[in-house]
């Protein structure tokens, strides 16, 4: 089975602070994905990357920058945490299929972050 | 535009009964539907998925859903619904857009299952 884990389940920062997100998959899967889910929203999709060191913005990057150095890693940053990046995250990892449209994206189990 | 709408954002429904979740979606080309489901505390779970073929597709626990291309639609339905079904669910559409292909999601319907 496909495992994607992230470093927490619950985390509460300040405003400022410098917020680290870890998402460690165990699938040798090339693509992988930040999103965050908020209520009535879905999930919109933050930063995504297809291989590693590389990384494509995705629908809302303002505020966050990611990481890959490490094919099963893909660590999203907030530079600077606002009140308004309270939220939900998800990580996903797909294989990528020749980079095709078919990937069934694998999800770990969420990351909810209070800003205060 | 690229565009994923579920109507409904709560469905009730009656253990036994069956259910449906609807899913609309708006892309050029064709596109490649998912499904998945959410419960609490917990990521998302892949359901089923279109990319061809018969227009009835089969996924886990016991849910199907149906492309309409003409109505496009790909409504989730499972024939008699269980208490543990209830979770959040997404519709999700993949689609070759300017930049490549994208996947949206659909703002998700909350399913309750009364026993």
């Known amino acids: 089975d496909v495992k994607v884990t992230q470093s927490s389940r619950y985390l509460v920062k300040r405003t400022g602070e410098k917020v680290f997100l870890e998402c460690v998959q165990d699938m040798d899967h090339e693509n992988m994905f930040w999103y965050r889910q908020d209520p009535g929203l879905g999930l919109r999709l933050i930063y995504f990357?297809?291989?590693?060191?590389?990384?494509e913005k995705g629908d809302i990057p303002e505020g966050y920058s990611v990481s890959r150095e490490k094919k099963e890693r893909f660590s999203l940053i907030l530079e600077s945490a606002s009140t308004n990046q309270t939220s939900m995250y998800l990580c996903?990892?797909?294989?990528?299929?020749?980079?095709?449209?078919?990937?069934?994206?694998?999800f770990g189990p969420g990351t909810r972050l209070l800003v205060l | 535009a690229q565009s994923v709408a579920q109507p409904e954002d709560q469905v009730n429904v009656a253990e036994g009964n069956p259910l449906t979740v609807k899913c609309t979606y708006s892309v050029s080309g064709n596109p490649y539907l998912f499904w998945y489901v959410q419960y609490p505390n917990r990521g998302l779970q892949f359901l089923l998925k279109y990319i061809t073929g018969d227009n009835l597709v089969k996924g886990s626990y016991g849910f199907e859903a149906e492309f309409n291309k003409s109505q496009t639609s790909f409504h989730l339905k499972k024939p008699s619904a269980l208490v543990s079904d209830s979770a959040l669910y997404f519709c999700a559409v993949r689609s070759r857009d300017t930049g490549g292909f994208k996947t949206i999601f659909g703002a998700g319907t909350r399913l309750f299952v009364k026993a």
């Open positions: 990357s297809y291989d590693v060191k590389m990384k």
């Open positions: 996903a990892s797909s294989f990528s299929e020749g980079r095709g449209p078919k990937e069934t994206q694998y």
